[in-house]
């Protein structure tokens, strides 16, 4: 049987966000979330549910470590 890839990331705190932060770190831009604890790792979706990173928290910014989205357009 399958089992979604970000299930295996359960232990980490999910994110959501808005389609132009998604867009912009799906570019590979760090984007500053409120409320990021110092060091954390996350699970990163967007809006429409769609698991997009793992990343972690750096300077007050989402740092990417891998991607999992082939494409969020439409």
């Known amino acids: 049987f399958f ?25 590979g831009t760090r984007v500053a979330v409120a409320g990021l604890r110092e060091g954390q790792i996350y699970r990163v979706y967007d809006e429409k549910g769609r698991f997009l990173t793992i990343s972690q928290e750096e300077d007050g910014k989402l740092k990417i470590l891998k991607t999992f989205y082939q494409s969020i357009s439409g």
């Open 3 to 27: 089992v979604s890839v970000d299930k295996v990331f359960e232990e980490f705190e999910k994110i959501i966000l808005t389609p132009h932060k998604a867009g912009k770190m799906c570019n």
